[in-house]
């Protein structure tokens, strides 16, 4: 799905910043993702939404994603399942394959943040509610401390030898270093 977007350009690091009306909001319920209803579903924009119930920008209850070029995604912290409004209609994540490949990957990625800060809405160590990291992509218990990072999952692991001869790596940050074989993962987005 990445290489489908070139020649635009994915930014998937932490950031703290408000939205400009033309960017991306995804409005989650758990399961499903507002989308605008036309001849194809697409991503609602922030200013639309705004413009929709009567709201300003500075009124926006949401956080930055990540931005794909110049245009930002953003969560919309406002609303927690409702009715969707005239012209719009809550839809499986599946309906983001039909979308261009900026809001595939974008509208895609924007749902599986929100999954995961669902997810994680509050602490599996004490039950507390969880909050937003203010410096890195996580969630925060404020009582306990817990931690918590959307899943990096492993994509693939390869063994390179010669003859007999095997290629390990190793990481020169343990001091207590540790041979393992040569693999790679992958993060949201």
């Given at each position: 799905?990445?290489?489908?977007?070139?020649p635009?350009?994915?930014?998937?690091?932490?950031?703290?910043?408000?939205p400009?009306?033309?960017?991306?909001?995804?409005?989650?319920?758990?399961?499903?993702?507002?989308?605008?209803k036309?001849?194809?579903?697409?991503?609602?924009?922030?200013?639309?939404?705004?413009?929709?119930?009567?709201?300003?920008?500075?009124?926006?209850?949401?956080?930055?994603?990540?931005?794909?070029?110049?245009?930002?995604?953003?969560?919309?912290?406002?609303?927690?399942?409702?009715?969707?409004?005239?012209?719009?209609?809550?839809?499986?994540?599946?309906?983001?394959?039909?979308?261009?490949?900026?809001?595939?990957?974008?509208?895609?990625?924007?749902?599986?943040?929100?999954?995961?800060?669902?997810?994680?809405?509050?602490?599996?160590?004490?039950?507390?509610?969880?909050?937003?990291?203010?410096?890195?992509?996580?969630?925060?218990?404020?009582?306990?401390?817990?931690?918590?990072?959307?899943?990096?999952?492993?994509?693939?692991?390869?063994?390179?030898?010669?003859?007999?001869?095997?290629?390990?790596?190793?990481?020169?940050?343990?001091?207590?270093?540790?041979?393992?074989?040569?693999?790679?993962?992958?993060?949201?987005?």
């Open positions: 799905m990445i290489h489908e977007i070139l635009h350009k994915l930014y998937n690091e932490f950031k703290i910043c408000g400009k009306s033309t960017d991306f909001v995804i409005r989650y319920d758990g399961a499903k993702t507002l989308l605008k036309g001849t194809a579903y697409t991503i609602p924009r922030v200013g639309e939404l705004l413009e929709l119930e009567g709201q300003s920008l500075e009124n926006f209850e949401g956080h930055y994603l990540f931005s794909i070029d110049e245009t930002a995604f953003f969560l919309d912290d406002s609303v927690t399942c409702g009715d969707a409004p005239e012209g719009y209609e809550y839809m499986v994540s599946r309906t983001f394959r039909n979308m261009s490949p900026v809001e595939r990957l974008g509208g895609a990625t924007a749902a599986h943040l929100a999954h995961w800060e669902s997810l994680n809405r509050f602490c599996g160590r004490c039950g507390s509610e969880m909050a937003r990291g203010e410096k890195e992509r996580s969630m925060v218990c404020p009582k306990c401390g817990n931690v918590v990072y959307p899943r990096i999952s492993p994509v693939v692991i390869v063994a390179v030898h010669n003859g007999d001869k095997l290629l390990m790596a190793h990481n020169i940050d343990n001091p207590n270093p540790r041979l393992f074989l040569i693999s790679g993962f992958v993060e949201i987005g």
